[in-house]
């Protein structure tokens, strides 16, 4: 065990007593009087909260949490430690840290159709012929909008054009002045 898992041996408190029992006796008097409770201990958890609606619920790291806690070795010491909190955890997930839950792992059974109603209800409510009507409304007042300020950028670069004298002007300055007007409305509707 100790070559294997790298210190584990040292790490869970395995007395050399322990270290020369046969595997199947470890599992009868070591192992299964702590896991059988555990298991029993998540069902009852899973039949009180209507069927396994326990929000956030991970069963594996519920169960690790719960087996350090109760590990008759340790009980007193234990008693108040969170997932988290336990060395190895810490360990593997400095290695390899814990993705977070999907969506349906951390949803209620509520929470997960409050979702899927509201999800339909929108896409009914974009299906329906006025919204529709309303859409169509809003691009050609947006192809409008388009027109009309481009008309007016147009505009005003004739006008400073005419406004100053294009003997002295090179054709590069006309396209800066093209550019300033373009900033300078910019700086309008953002004010």
Known sequence: INAEY??????????SQMAQM????????ELLPTVIPCGERLLQMGKADKEYE????NCINW????LYKNNPRHKAERENAELLDIPFVQKILAKRPQAPLPLHLRL????????????VR?????QDDHVQGFREKIKRKQAAATVIQSGWRGHKVRQRIRDEDLSQRDVC????????V???????VTQ
Do not use: C, H, N, W
């Open 6 to 15: 790298g210190g584990f041996a040292e790490d869970a408190g395995i007395s």
């Open 63 to 66: 169960m690790v949490e719960y």
């Open 122 to 126: 929108g896409y009914m409510a974009r």
């Open 22 to 29: 046969k595997p199947i006796d470890i599992l009868k008097e």
């Open 54 to 57: 326990r929000e956030k619920l």
């Open 173 to 180: 300055t006309v396209y800066r002045m093209k550019s300033s």
């Open 108 to 119: 209620t059974k509520s929470e997960a159709a409050t979702l899927i109603q509201a999800g």
């Open 182 to 188: 373009e900033e300078e409305e910019e700086v309008e």
